[in-house]
């Protein structure tokens, strides 16, 4: 059964620091995604990483994959307050074989609430 | 608005009652999936369907539980006899069939079993 762990599940920073959320999978797989999801309201796609080594950017968010570790890090740089919300790293359950025979369901990380404090 | 629809927003229901939620996905999408999300936890797979057909089905999906997609185009899920541990937020998602593309999702449907 895949497994997929973020932390830390909490993370109070200050406006303007810099800080990385780690998403640890316990499966192979090349299929990661990053949301967005602010309180109340639905998930926000942030990133589709696809390959070992991808890396990409989007304003003050970086994400990258290692699928030999099976770690996604997301990097925050120079927190602002508007980033607050929390957010989940999911794992594609793709078949190994490539076949395009599975489900693709995305199985989710527990969250990472992020506060960015003034 | 073209993205994933979900109706209704909220819903209040006594236990033991039967409840229906309807999921409207993009329109090119042909892989519709319903997960379930409680109060801080990440959405839970529950199932999906490949165009009409229902391909998998989670063991969270108890025999109280089920969803059709006749058409092929929009899905319900129906919870019959409520249950206080049903209370959750359900989330409809749809994607294309390629597998390099996201899952959008939906609003949700926010379930409060009293």
């Known amino acids: 059964e895949l497994k997929v762990e973020q932390n830390p599940l909490f993370l109070s920073m200050q406006e303007g620091k810099n800080y990385t959320i780690y998403c640890n999978y316990s499966t192979t797989s090349d299929r990661l995604y990053w949301y967005r999801q602010d309180p109340g309201k639905s998930l926000e796609s942030l990133f589709v990483?696809?390959?070992?080594?991808a890396v990409k950017q989007e304003g003050r968010l970086m994400a990258s994959l290692d699928t030999k570790a099976r770690l996604s890090t997301l990097h925050i740089t120079a927190a602002v307050h508007d980033l607050s919300a929390t957010y989940f790293c999911a794992v594609d359950n793709n078949p190994l074989n490539g076949s395009g025979a599975g489900s693709y369901q995305l199985t989710f990380g527990k969250g990472t609430k992020l506060s960015v404090i003034p | 608005d073209t993205g994933v629809s979900q109706n209704p927003r909220h819903k209040i229901t006594k236990r033991g009652q039967n409840v229906t939620f309807r999921c409207d996905p993009i329109?090119?999408?042909?892989?519709l999936y319903w997960y379930r999300q409680t109060l801080g936890q990440g959405p839970e797979f529950l199932t999906y369907?490949?165009?009409?057909?229902?391909?998998?089905k989670s063991r969270l999906l108890s025999d109280r539980f089920s969803a059709e997609r006749p058409k092929g185009s929009f899905s319900t899920l129906e919870i019959q006899r409520t249950e206080q541990g049903d209370s959750a937020m359900y989330l409809c998602?749809?994607?294309?069939?390629?597998?390099?593309?996201?899952?959008?999702f939906g609003q949700g449907t926010r379930l409060t079993v009293v």
């Open positions: 998602a749809s994607r294309k069939s390629d597998s390099n593309t996201e899952a959008f």
């Open positions: 329109s090119e999408h042909n892989r």
């Open positions: 990483l696809l390959s070992n080594g």
């Open positions: 369907f490949q165009n009409e057909a229902q391909l998998e």
